[in-house]
Nanobody, 115 residues
Framework: EVQLVESGGGLVQPGGSLRLSCAASGFTFAFHPMNWVRQAPGKALEWVSTISSGGSTTYYADSVKGRFTISRDNAKSTLYLQLSSLKVEDTAMYYC????????RGQGTQVTVSS
């Protein structure tokens, strides 16, 4: 059974940082590109970032480029997202997913950016 378990969310002030983690199991993690997607209250699911299976290639939505960093540790079957220079508009539930649409996402971790 495929499982994706996100953690690391929380309440942070604007300009702050957080590191999200996603523990994967039930499939060969190292063979799959991985994604982060997010959903803000009342809005559609939004793709945030993608990383290649080996970790050498990354892609970012324009809204987070230069502020967020995706990475992975294939030995630990874990995906990460470093969030920096956070803005109020980054408030959302963040999900890791095997596909960029978020169809195969985990249960999510809440990130709230507020002063």
């Amino acid at each position: 059974e495929v499982q994706l378990v996100e953690s690391g969310g929380g309440l942070v002030q604007p300009g702050g940082s957080l590191r999200l983690s996603c523990a994967a199991s039930g499939f060969t993690f190292a063979f799959h590109p991985m994604n982060w997607v997010r959903q803000a209250p009342g809005k559609a699911l939004e793709w945030v970032s993608t990383i290649s299976s080996g970790g050498s290639t990354t892609y970012y939505a324009d809204s987070v480029k230069g502020r967020f960093t995706i990475s992975r540790d294939n030995a630990k079957s874990t995906l990460y997202l470093q969030l920096s220079s956070l803005k109020v508009e980054d408030t959302a539930m963040y999900y890791c997913s095997r596909d960029s649409r978020g169809d195969s996402r985990g249960q999510g971790t809440q990130v709230t950016v507020s002063s």
